[in-house]
């Protein structure tokens, strides 16, 4: 069991996160609103723009979301002319995703908050910092 003065530490870092996660997003957030659109279509502007031509199959998993979660979302931004989903010259059963002119703009509109927010964070903690909080989100990522 862990100790009163550690479960105190851990839910402080919980609290952390959680509103450091709500200021990183903020930004994105109310721009989004602003389009009618949400922090899933951030998402996954976000990975068509870093994985271009990535096949719909390809997002799914990257997300971690059902098809049908990804559905809705991803629908609306071919709609409004943010991504272009191609079918694939040779299996043209599987569609390869891109984003437009706009997507491009949009997303960098949105990424573009975020890593001002974290080069100006960054660059107050010094490198040393930067280090270790890549090293603590990695141990993250990987303890699924």
């Not at 996660?21 to 994105?28: Q, V």
């Not at 922090?39 to 998993?61: D, E, I, Q």
């Amino acid at each position: 069991m862990i100790d009163l003065n550690r479960q105190a530490a851990l839910r402080a870092a919980i609290e952390q996160f959680f509103f450091a996660y709500r200021a990183f997003t903020a930004p994105p957030d109310e721009i989004l609103a602003a389009r009618g659109l949400g922090r899933v279509h951030h998402r996954v502007l976000y990975f068509v723009g870093r994985n271009p031509g990535a096949t719909v199959t390809t997002l799914l998993s990257v997300l971690g979301v059902s098809k049908q979660a990804l559905n809705a979302p991803l629908r609306q931004l071919v709609e409004s002319g943010l991504v272009e989903a191609a079918a694939d010259p040779i299996d043209r059963r599987m569609k390869r995703l891109t984003l437009t002119a706009a997507g491009v703009a949009l997303e960098g509109e949105l990424s573009g908050t975020q890593m001002a927010m974290l080069e100006q964070v960054f660059a107050g903690a010094g490198a040393e910092a930067e280090r270790a909080w890549r090293g603590v989100m990695e141990a993250l990522i990987h303890r699924r």
